[in-house]
């Protein structure tokens, strides 16, 4: 039906940046929002960012003014930019998408990918 890809994630320093991509294919027909989630060891799996089909942005309180959101819809493709990166940004990224398909609206997962900010 809807498959979600996840990369972009990998080991850096305090300081540094990656971006994160998370494409979604299968039977599409509008995408009513994508988010971010991380989930680090022993902890629950919080909300990151979200965007709407519009545009419309939300992120947590912790990456305000170093992370930025963005989607593609030509491409069915959310971004992460992660500028800043601390050490406690350390966890699994999990894309999410809520997404109108041929069977309905439905909310997809990916993989997830490991994002590592160590000295």
């Known amino acids: 039906q809807v498959q979600l890809v996840e990369s972009g994630g990998g080991l850096v320093q305090p300081g540094g940046s990656l971006r994160l991509s998370c494409a979604a294919s299968?039977?599409?027909?509008?995408?009513?929002?994508m988010s971010w989630y991380h989930q680090a060891p022993g902890q629950q799996r919080e909300l990151v960012a979200r965007?709407?089909?519009?545009?419309?942005?939300n992120y947590e309180d912790s990456v305000k003014g170093r992370f930025t959101i963005s989607i593609d819809n030509a491409k069915n493709t959310v971004y992460l930019q992660m500028n800043s990166l601390k050490p406690e940004d350390t966890a699994v990224y999990y894309c999410n998408a809520d997404i109108l398909g041929r069977a309905g609206r439905n909310r997809y997962w990916g993989q997830g990918t490991q994002v590592t900010v160590s000295s």
């Open positions: 965007i709407t089909g519009g545009g419309t942005t």
């Open positions: 299968g039977s599409i027909l509008g995408i009513y929002a």
